[in-house]
């Protein structure tokens, strides 16, 4: 890859990331693991040295939804027809609360929103456990 020479070539795309984050709490990353403090992510092999394939690895790379919903609202139809460009939309949720993580619709995590290199992304703050999420996935949510 080629670079000029005020701007370095990052190796890892996560990088950034950690070094942000690193800077805002002051720790060290051997405080800390995981993939955003630096800590590298191995892919998934597929070479014939590796131990047989278990059934949760098959499920493993099938890509899901992630989103942060910032709140939500109810409308009627024609409030929505009304909308222009400049229309604000009041949401439930009041400034400053967790946002809510989401994968394909169901709630896995809370967050605070963090701006890193001109990018949004999200610091989990408080992440439902697994027994939770089978919880509200019987309850219907």
């Known amino acids: 890859m080629s670079t000029d020479d005020n701007k370095p070539v990052e190796e890892d795309p996560m990088a950034a990331w950690a070094e942000a984050l690193e800077e805002q709490k002051g720790g060290t990353e051997a ?4 993939p955003l403090t630096g800590e590298s992510v191995r892919p998934f092999s597929s070479s014939a040295a590796d131990a047989p394939m278990t059934d949760i690895d098959r499920v493993l790379d099938i890509p899901v939804q992630l989103s942060v ?6 409308v009627p139809i024609k409030y ?4 222009g460009q400049g229309s604000v939309v009041e949401l439930d949720a009041l400034a400053g609360e967790p946002m809510d993580v989401l994968v394909n619709g169901y709630l896995i995590a809370q967050g605070e929103v ?4 001109d990018k949004f992304g ?11 999420r089978l919880k509200r996935v019987s309850r219907g949510g």
């Open 31 to 34: 405080d800390q693991g995981g």
């Open 114 to 117: 963090v701006v890193v290199n």
């Open 122 to 132: 999200i610091r989990l703050t408080d992440v439902v456990t697994p027994s939770e």
């Open 69 to 74: 919903e910032l709140g939500r609202t109810k």
């Open 80 to 83: 929505i027809l009304q909308l």
